[in-house]
């Protein structure tokens, strides 16, 4: 069973404002990833991590940008956010599993997010 | 960038029916997984296939991965309504680094 989190699983926020939101992993994996999910749609990838210290991003154009100073921790910001940014916001980790390679991810229950 | 057709798009079964759905792709894939989305959660793993010609099973779901590698189905035998919800087919590329997802079949489940 993967163990991965996310806080807040709901936040809704005023236009503007600045909000980070939480993604932790005690797997130990090395890879890391955000998706972004319309209610029901397809995921689309907005960054993704091989390790600490490293970002890049994902097919979609996001305005947010990703963070990966330790392992085990990966949060996404939006420096001021704005009502096109809602939506649920998905956190996935792949790697070593029970001493086995495994690149499927595993994912968090992710965080609903409205922007009035 | 390469695209996931997974069919149909919706179901709406009699609780008991078997399902299947699928997905195709022009690309080759290295592995195969299907996940289950609840509203409101993330996706939950179901199975994952890696290698061609693969037939897996986890309980009443049972998937194959195409022998061509473009292609994938999930069938689940005597549907009952918990397994109502989104299910996803993703592929891995050759890279094992780019996962492509489908557009996802909405399952129904009528008691």
């Known amino acids: 069973e993967a163990d991965i989190y996310q806080t807040p699983r709901y936040l809704v926020i005023g236009t503007g404002k600045k909000i980070t939101l939480e993604c932790s992993q005690t797997m130990g994996h090395d890879k890391m990833y955000w998706y972004q999910q319309d209610p029901g749609m397809e995921l689309h990838l907005i960054h993704y991590s091989y390790g600490v210290n490293s970002t890049e991003k994902g097919d979609l154009s996001s305005e947010s940008t990703v963070s990966r100073i330790r392992t085990e921790h990966f949060p996404l910001t939006l420096e001021s956010a704005r009502p096109s940014h809602t939506s649920q916001y998905l956190c996935?980790?792949?790697?070593?599993?029970?001493?086995?390679?495994?690149?499927?991810?595993?994912f968090g229950p992710g965080t609903r997010l409205t922007v009035l | 960038g390469q695209q996931l057709n997974q069919s149909p798009q919706s179901m709406f079964i009699q609780e008991g029916e078997d399902v299947s759905m699928n997905c195709t792709s022009s690309s080759i894939f290295n592995t195969w997984l299907w996940y289950k989305q609840d509203p409101g959660e993330g996706p939950v793993l179901l199975i994952a296939?890696?290698?061609?010609?693969e037939l897996t099973s986890n309980g009443r779901l049972t998937a194959q991965f195409g022998i061509t590698r473009k292609d994938s189905f999930l069938n689940i035998s005597a549907s009952i309504p918990s397994d109502v919800g989104i299910y996803f087919c993703?592929?891995?590329?050759?890279?094992?680094?780019?996962?492509?997802f489908g557009a996802g079949t909405r399952l129904t489940v009528k008691p």
């Open positions: 996935a980790s792949s790697g070593f599993i029970a001493g086995a390679y495994h690149n499927e991810q595993f």
């Open positions: 296939l890696y290698k061609a010609g």
């Open positions: 993703a592929g891995l590329l050759y890279n094992n680094n780019d996962m492509r």
